[in-house]
């Protein structure tokens, strides 16, 4: 029995075994590094060193030298850190009854994302980056430059991309291309309140635009290299750009790509210019190179006629036979014209060439007509003979011309100018395309089934348009905002069902389109049957059924500092500034001590000296009820995460040492399981606490003012869920959540508005989180307004009509309810060790994950 709720699967491609973040380390045992080390080397200009084109010159093109002509890119990992299938979130809000036997289960956990989730640990052990599992859709959190590189060499996918759609920072301003909450897009350039928090987002700044438009050059440069490896031969990579950069960026598109292989510069039009002293602008731009433009992959697209744009085309009209030119009256109320009769127009029948054949006395109507000098006829006499038969020929003018109806072709091709959709009409990031112009890019360069790349994700529109039309997807940022926005747009996005081309449910084989007639004067002279066009955006739909997006992972990028020989220096400069990042800490900590978040309460250090371990880099003394006590700190990474590896190192260290009461835990963001356990935990002798860096302590130097806060480090609070059991069912509650606001300067305590959504993985294996049920309490409900919709339309659909093996759905009001609060829908109790994973996912981005055993 088919399903009325579905989504797309690929299940023809495959993609290699990664490990999950819990696996992280497990890799290495077929790892593809060679002698603990391995970097990706391209040329940094492939194709103006071979004399094809002009070369663009800018402040360190080529490194330190100035002529270091490779690219050498660290190879890292990327791990699963989410599995996500919205057919197995929306199951939860109906109910199924049948007149057939029971519908299987089509939502398992297999049959959604391959085999990945059911090999024991020698198998994954053995078979990462090895074994094959079946294809899921990417949304990746890391710096673009890297996951391509990774995905490049370590995953093998060169030329396995068919289209790359880039859409980079337009400049360098100082604030315009992020934002600081996932319901806040009011970012105002230069302000610093507007001033992302993310430590990944600050690196970035600074690293990529340290050289002002020279690093912006390079930053574009060196992910377009690896573009162009990464695209199949018929490939395409379109990157938009506004006029600001345009010449420059085409510049280095021409060094890559070569200009042999430039396509067009499409222009999109805005609906209104941006405020300037001088001439306004009011477009953006896309440039289109292929990686090889002789074997381009290319669907031409088309446009359908306005009405109104008819009547300006076509400005005569025939009805009954008879023809003439229409009214002023008819022209306004083109609506009931187009009932009346059909539109024409008159074209010109000379060639624009002399073709011997094709060059004749014809009589027409009692008046013989000769051809223009120097030109002939369009077609042969037996042509001009057959439009004349079929009454395709007009002499009302001083010329014999060719009649051509509207709906001989009601459509035409796509210039390189398009008009009115310049930016998106719903935007849910500061910086976001328009669906249109991306799905028109996507639908003239790919085929379904084809793999779509942007390392560029912002609010996920590529990933949002590649997954309506059926195409596979690869979308990276390294902003926990904007990956929290694809994800959450992702995850609610209803799509209209398409009818399959093949029965089977093959998704190479395309969608079943629209077509329309192309009848020609050529094909009406020579009596040929006319061509037919396909309307690529046209797919059939099913209106009986509601799509939702296919499985997807959620993966997050290795971090680690470079080892490479050749960039020993850089690694010597990472220490050093390591060392003064610690000196920095501690001067914090003398001097600001530790917030307690929840009891607002501080501790003053006496003193804090740094210390040379690998777990613990600093020992400090302070005055508690029991006199002066010694703690023990670990400082977490500048640019990064504190991993849960590194914490039990320093853990043990604290253990062996047996002198301190406290292990201080810093950092600016914690792996999700070392977030979600208790963070504040008795080992016996000493208390371990997670210590929040205010993201203050990075901006120094960015920011246009010193912070003012005093609270540099504050204690991060006890997530507070609770498990209900009733029968053989539980259910999970959001009591409170102690998140601490960076913009307040505050932790709140209790608070669950600051709640993006959070997600319940009901059967956690400790390695793989599988979301099986989200909650978006503090987000907006006209995404599920959507699934509402569709399902009502499903319920009333099957309702109404009385047929044999329908599949009735109704709806689940009181699971529609939960979707905006804090507590989950009924779990059922399967053993006695069961585990419920818990994450929660605040406006700004940051995670806490729980996990609770079912006694």
């Known amino acids: 029995m088919a399903k009325q709720v579905e989504s797309i699967k690929h299940t023809t491609t495959t993609r290699p075994h990664i490990p999950s973040k819990e696996e992280a380390g497990y890799e290495d045992a077929n790892s593809i590094v060679k002698n603990g080390k391995k970097v990706l080397e391209l040329s940094k200009n492939p194709v103006t060193h071979r004399g094809q084109d002009p070369e663009l010159y800018w402040l360190n093109k080529y490194g330190k030298d100035d002529r270091d002509e490779l690219l050498k890119v660290d190879i890292r990992s990327l791990y699963r850190h989410e599995h996500i299938a919205p057919e197995t979130l929306i199951k939860n809000l109906y109910k199924a009854t049948e007149t057939q036997p029971a519908q299987l289960d089509l939502f398992s956990v297999n049959t959604l994302f391959g085999n990945a989730l059911e090999k024991d640990e020698i198998e994954k052990v053995s078979e990462y980056y090895q074994h094959q599992d079946g294809w899921t859709n990417r949304l990746i959190q890391g710096d673009s430059h890297l996951v391509m590189a990774s995905l490049l060499e370590r995953e093998g996918m060169a030329g396995k991309v068919q289209t790359i759609y880039i859409d980079p920072p337009y400049g360098i301003k100082y604030g315009g291309n992020w934002q600081i909450k996932l319901n806040n897009r009011d970012v105002k350039d230069g302000s610093d309140e507007a001033l992302t928090g993310e430590p990944e987002q600050i690196k970035a700044f600074r690293d990529t635009w340290e050289l002002g438009i020279h690093s912006y050059l390079s930053y574009l440069r060196d992910r377009l290299l690896i573009a162009k490896e990464l ?162 020929l007009d002499n009302s003018g001083s010329t014999l011309r060719f009649i051509r109806y509207a709906n001989d072709f009601p459509v035409a091709e796509y210039s390189n100018i398009w008009d009115g959709i310049g930016g998106a009409s719903d935007k849910l990031y500061v910086v976001q395309t328009s669906n249109e112009a991306v799905k028109r890019c996507l639908l003239m360069t790919t085929d379904p089934g084809d793999l779509v790349l942007d390392p560029t994700c912002g609010s996920g529109t590529t990933a949002y348009v590649a997954e309506q039309w059926g195409r596979r997807w690869i979308t990276i940022d390294t902003s926990r905002i904007a990956l929290n926005i694809a994800k959450t747009r992702l995850m609610t996005a209803v799509f209209p069902f398409y009818n399959l081309y093949d029965e089977n449910g093959d998704i190479r084989q395309g969608f079943k389109y629209k077509t329309v007639p192309h009848i020609t004067l050529k094909s009406l002279a020579n009596d040929e049957p006319p061509a037919t066009e396909t309307l690529y955006d046209q797919p059939e739909q099913d209106k009986k059924k509601l799509r939702v997006s296919g499985p997807f992972t959620v993966e997050t990028l290795q971090n680690y500092e470079p080892t490479t020989p050749e960039e020993l220096d850089d690694e010597i400069r990472v220490n050093e500034e390591e060392g003064a990042f610690e000196e920095h800490i501690k001067q914090h900590l003398l001097s600001a001590g530790i917030k307690n978040g929840t009891k ?209 759905i109704e709806i689940d009001d009181e699971a529609f309810e939960r979707l905006y609060g804090h507590i989950s829908h009924p779990i059922e109790v399967k053993n006695k060790g069961q585990k419920i994973a818990v994450r929660v996912i605040s406006q700004f981005g940051e995670e806490i994950m729980k996990v609770l055993s079912v006694k």
């Open 231 to 392: 695209l199949t031969e018929s490939g395409s990579c379109f990157v938009q750009i506004s006029d600001e950069n345009v010449h420059l960026v085409r510049n280095i598109m021409d060094e890559v790509f070569g200009s042999e292989n430039f396509v067009s510069l499409i222009i999109l039009k805005k609906t209104s210019g941006l405020g300037t002293s001088l001439l306004k602008s009011v477009y953006d731009i896309i440039i289109w190179y292929g990686k090889n433009k002789e074997k381009l992959k290319y669907r031409q697209l088309f446009k359908e006629f306005e009405e109104s744009d008819l009547v300006e085309l076509y400005p005569s009209i025939e009805i009954d036979k008879k023809r003439r030119p229409l009214t002023s009256e008819e022209k306004l109320n083109f609506k009931q014209t187009m009932k009346t009769g059909t539109l024409y127009r008159t074209m010109d029948l000379s060639s624009s060439g002399l073709t011997p054949s094709c060059v004749f006395d014809f009589e027409y109507n009692g008046k013989t007509y000769q051809s223009l000098k120097g030109k002939s006829w369009k077609t042969n006499l037996s042509g001009m003979q057959k439009l004349s038969s079929i009454g395709r």
């Open 600 to 808: 607002s309460e501080m501790v003053v250090f006496r003193s804090v000296e740094l210390l040379a371990g690998e777990a613990l880099h600093a020992e400090g003394f302070y005055q508690s009820e029991k006199g002066e006590e010694k703690a023990y700190f670990h400082i977490g990474p500048k640019f990064g995460t504190v991993s849960k590896k590194l914490v039990s190192d320093a853990i043990k260290q604290c253990r062996q040492k047996g002198d301190a009461s406290w292990l201080v835990i810093l950092g600016f963001s914690f792996e999700s399981d070392i977030e979600g356990g208790s963070q504040s935990t008795s080992m016996g002798t000493f208390q371990v606490d997670k210590v929040r860096i205010h993201d203050d302590l990075l901006q120094e130097g960015l920011k246009k003012k010193p912070a003012k806060s005093a609270a540099s480090f504050v204690t991060i609070g006890e997530t507070d869920i609770a498990l209900h059991k009733e029968g053989n069912t539980v259910s999970v509650e959001i009591r409170g959540l102690d998140i601490y606001d960076p913009i307040q300067d505050v932790v709140k305590a209790r608070n669950v508005a600051d709640i993006a959504y959070w997600m319940v993985d009901d059967d956690y294996d400790g390695s793989n989180f599988v979301v099986k049920q989200v909650f978006f309490c503090g987000g907006d409900k006209s995404e599920f307004d959507k699934w509402r919709k569709g399902l009502d339309n499903l319920a009333k659909d099957t309702t109404k009509k009385k047929v044999e093996k329908t599949l009735k």
